[in-house]
Structures are given as structure tokens and as C-alpha cells.
């Protein structure tokens, strides 16, 4: 094997590695700025990640998310496990209105460099949320922190695919399930590996726990990850280590099953198409915008002489022309 001295690692990548809190928090600006200057940094890392436990917590607006990752992470903290935290806001048309008024806001206890909370907003990232979110996830997994939460507001067609970021994918529910059904329907069912009853000092929990245990009893092949429901309440504090053990229960199903390496493969394969795309879109997209020769193409197509189909070829052909 043709074996080489290996790069020197970049600054910036040096520095996360060193448990530079500082400059962990500049890398994950630039990274979701889409800054290509530190890609040598995000790519040096790459290689230190993979170790963390990813748990995503999902589910409607105001379910008590934030509540719940408050109190896991003091329960993690109790066992010694180092903390990363990434909060998707939603940033939509409701913020600031009375909807999100007596929303949680998670906060680093004093002095704890076990724990590291980032917030991004959900829109307006060049690339996508969910490419900004598994690298930032990937950098804080790089960083040394072992279990990495991250909260989303999930409607199912978020365009924050938790479940492609997450290892255990956490799904949050209120006793009167209402309108999280129909959300359900729409995908939160089916990405669930736990099921979060919170509110649970609320009338009506036992029964949306005993139809949520009811709708994973149907359809599981044997063999195959049950989700487990879970009733918490933050209000006073309740259930969260049996939260932290159903969690823990799926990861240690991932690895007796063997299904994680498939997890890891399907989604890497996922993430690399994403940025070819990402590529390929841009290339194309200079290629048609300073070829003279496409723009002709392109008349040609307006005035019925060629198809689009034709004129996609060319395209295509062009961007594969050695310059
Ligand atoms: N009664 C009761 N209220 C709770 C409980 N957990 C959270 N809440 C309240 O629910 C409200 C929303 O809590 P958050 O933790 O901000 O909920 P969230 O799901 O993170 O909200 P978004 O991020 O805005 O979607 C707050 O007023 C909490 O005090 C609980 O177990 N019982
Ligand atoms: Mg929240």
C-alpha cells in the first residue's frame, strides 16, 4: 500500500480538536454561511466523528421540546456524558406572535464546557437546513461530545428530515392528540423510534399512550425495532431517565441488529448525492450563464427549432467538456 505522511491538519480543525469553544462556533457559522474556505477543516474532522449518539426530539410547535431537552441534558450531565444541543428554530411566519410566547429557551449551565448549544435558524441556508444541521452535528461530534440533541419542529414535512441526521429519532407528543394525528399521518409516525407523551401531568395521557402502544403494535415485522412510548412531564420533572433508557435501548438495537452500519450508509449515500447536486446545479448554472454557444442553444429552443430535451444534452455535454 502506497502509504503517505498524513496532511497537516488545518488551524481551525487543530483548534476544534484542542476544545476550542471559540473556534468550534466560528467553523459551524462558516460551515452554514457555506463557506468553502474551511472545507480542508471540515474535511480534516471528518474522520474524527462518527462517535457520537444523535437523538433528534421532533413534533408539533409547543409540545414541551426544549422543556424535555433541559431536563435530559441534566440528567445526561448526572451521568458524566458530554452534551451537544442544536435547535432548528422554525423562524416562520409565527415567530414573534403569541404562538411561540412562553416557548423554552435552552441555556448552557455556567461555566459547563460539557456542553455546547447552538441554535440555527430554518430558513435560509444555502445548501439546505438538513446539510447545515448534520455538519454541524458532525463538527460537535468531532469536538468530543457524545450525546448530540437536536430539536426540530417536525410537521411532517419539515424540510428538516430529522431522521436523516439522527441515530434515534424522538418523536413528541400532548395527551390530546388532535391535530398530531393528522401530522402523523404525514410522516412523524413513521420516523418515530420513541414516542414522547409529555404534558403527562394533563388529563388524557394514559390514553394517547395506550393508542400510540397500540398503532406501533401494528405492522412491526418480529425482529424488527418496536418504538416505545414513553409519558414524561417536565411540570414536575417525570420520566426522563426511562426517556434516556428507551433512547439508550434503540441505540444498543442498532448495534445488536446491525442496522447501523446500513443507517450510516444509506445516509452517507444520501448526503454525497445532495452535494453532487449541489455541484452539478452550480456548474451548470455558469456553464449556461457564460457559454455564448448554450445561450444559442437556448434561442433555439424559445424559437421551437430544438426540444428541451436537445438542449439538455448540450448542457449536460458541455459540462463534461475538459476545459
Ligand atoms: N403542563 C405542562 N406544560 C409543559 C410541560 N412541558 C412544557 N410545558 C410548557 O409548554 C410550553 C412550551 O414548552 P417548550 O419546551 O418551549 O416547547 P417546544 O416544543 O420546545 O416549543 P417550540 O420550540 O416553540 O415548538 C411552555 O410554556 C412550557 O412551560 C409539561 O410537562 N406539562
Ligand atoms: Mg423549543
Not at 472545507?39 to 426530539?57: D, E, F, I, M, N
Not at 468531532?142 to 424540510?159: K, N, P, R
Request: net charge positive; with cysteine.
Amino acid at each position: 500500500m502506497n502509504r503517505r505522511a498524513p496532511a497537516p491538519l488545518p488551524d481551525a480543525a487543530r483548534r476544534v480538536l484542542r476544545g476550542d469553544r471559540q473556534a468550534l462556533a466560528r467553523l459551524i457559522s462558516q460551515v452554514e454561511n457555506r463557506d468553502r474556505s474551511v472545507l480542508p477543516a471540515v474535511r480534516a474532522l471528518y474522520a474524527r466523528s462518527g462517535h457520537a449518539t444523535v437523538v433528534g426530539l421532533t413534533g408539533p410547535l409547543g409540545v414541551g421540546k426544549s422543556s424535555i431537552l433541559n431536563l435530559l441534558l441534566g440528567h445526561l450531565r448526572a451521568l458524566r456524558k458530554r452534551v451537544g444541543i442544536v435547535a432548528v428554530d422554525p423562524s416562520s411566519p409565527f415567530s414573534g406572535g403569541s404562538i411561540l410566547g412562553d416557548r423554552i429557551r435552552l441555556e448552557r449551565p455556567a461555566g459547563d464546557d460539557g456542553v455546547f448549544i447552538r441554535s440555527m435558524a430554518a430558513r435560509g441556508h444555502a445548501g439546505g437546513v438538513a446539510l447545515a444541521t448534520r455538519e454541524t452535528v458532525r463538527l460537535l461530534d468531532a469536538f468530543g461530545m457524545e450525546v448530540i440533541l437536536v430539536e426540530t419542529v417536525g410537521s411532517g414535512q419539515s424540510d428538516v428530515e430529522i431522521h436523516e441526521v439522527a441515530s434515534t429519532s424522538v418523536v413528541v407528543v400532548v395527551p390530546h392528540l388532535g391535530d398530531d394525528v393528522q401530522s402523523m399521518k404525514a410522516g412523524l409516525f413513521e420516523i418515530a423510534d420513541v414516542f414522547c407523551v409529555n404534558k403527562a401531568d394533563l388529563p388524557g395521557a394514559d390514553s394517547a399512550a395506550k393508542y400510540l402502544t397500540e398503532m406501533t403494535q401494528l405492522g412491526v415485522a418480529k425482529g424488527r425495532w418496536r418504538p416505545q412510548v414513553i409519558q414524561t412531564s417536565t411540570t414536575p420533572p417525570r420520566g426522563i431517565s426511562e426517556l434516556w433508557e428507551a433512547i439508550a435501548a434503540h441505540e444498543a438495537y442498532l448495534d445488536s441488529s446491525g442496522s447501523r452500519r446500513g443507517q450510516d450508509r444509506q445516509r452517507l449515500t444520501g448526503e454525497i448525492l445532495g452535494l453532487v447536486r449541489e455541484r452539478v446545479d452550480a456548474s451548470l448554472a455558469a456553464a449556461l450563464e457564460r457559454d455564448p454557444d448554450l445561450q444559442a442553444v437556448l434561442d433555439r429552443v424559445v424559437a421551437r427549432k430544438i426540444d428541451p430535451h436537445t438542449a439538455a444534452d448540450r448542457l449536460l455535454a458541455a459540462v463534461r467538456r475538459p476545459k
